[in-house]
């Protein structure tokens, strides 16, 4: 059972354009979300969380959203820029420290 | 040190050896977690400690998979009997503290069991 999904598998941008990943749950118990990005060969690399008592956390070209009445998080990057192409992984967590993570989202920025 | 460091990079075993990753955490944090990724996209959580204590075992294959954190050395993860199903990258992560929720990832160990 896939709690945390994120349904589209790929996603192409313009450089300079905004990039919206998204990312939906099911488990109403998930009390904070994370997003993490992912170069070929590395470990993901923490970008931007969100508490489950906000609704919007920004950090410089990020932004993240959650609408918990939608059980629904996005994460916006403006502007995309070609070294934001990677695989973006949006994870969960209840209060018992492991993450729950979603199958990805490879992002490309194109010139 | 200031990332989390992981040994091998890689990693080759016959089926049926035994195989032993190794991670080490970010100086001053408390918590390490490993995760297994099998499919490219997939992350599957194995354990988590807190210090040297066992915090979550709940993703562990009991049967052939074992870990260890102890005071001054690397944390560990063996694999007893390895399949070819256990063939996947490894993550290693680890935390400040039960408040803090962002878990930074090391490198990852690719192990090929043939």
């Known amino acids: 059972d896939q709690q945390v999904k994120q349904n589209s598998p790929s996603l192409s941008v313009q450089e300079g354009r905004i990039s919206i990943l998204n990312c939906d749950y099911t488990?109403?118990?998930?009390?904070?979300f994370l997003w993490y990005k992912k170069y070929p060969a590395e470990g993901p690399t923490f970008l931007i969380s969100?508490?489950?008592?906000?609704d919007k956390n920004e950090d410089g070209r990020f932004t993240v959203f959650l609408n918990k009445s939608a059980k629904h998080l996005s994460l916006h990057i403006v502007p995309s820029q070609p070294g934001d192409s990677a695989v973006y992984f949006c994870?969960?967590?209840?209060?018992?420290?492991?993450?729950?993570f979603g199958t990805g989202t490879r992002l490309q920025v194109f010139p | 040190g200031e990332e989390v460091a992981q040994t091998p990079k890689h990693l080759v075993r016959g089926e049926g050896q035994k195989a032993k990753l190794y991670c080490a955490p970010i100086k001053g944090h408390s918590y390490v977690f490993w995760y297994q990724q099998v499919l490219k996209n997939e992350f599957k959580f194995l354990i988590s400690f807190q210090n040297e204590n066992v915090f979550d075992e709940t993703g562990m294959p009991k049967e052939r998979f074992s870990a260890k954190c102890l005071p001054n050395s690397p944390c560990s993860l063996e694999i007893q009997a390895t399949k070819l199903e256990d063939s996947a990258v490894y993550f290693c992560?680890?935390?400040?503290?039960?408040?803090?929720?962002?878990?930074?990832f090391g490198p990852g160990t690719r192990l090929t069991v043939t």
């Open positions: 994870a969960a967590d209840r209060n018992t420290d492991k993450l729950i």
């Open positions: 992560a680890s935390s400040q503290s039960r408040e803090i929720y962002e878990q930074y």
């Open positions: 969100i508490s489950s008592i906000k």
């Open positions: 488990n109403s118990m998930f009390d904070y």
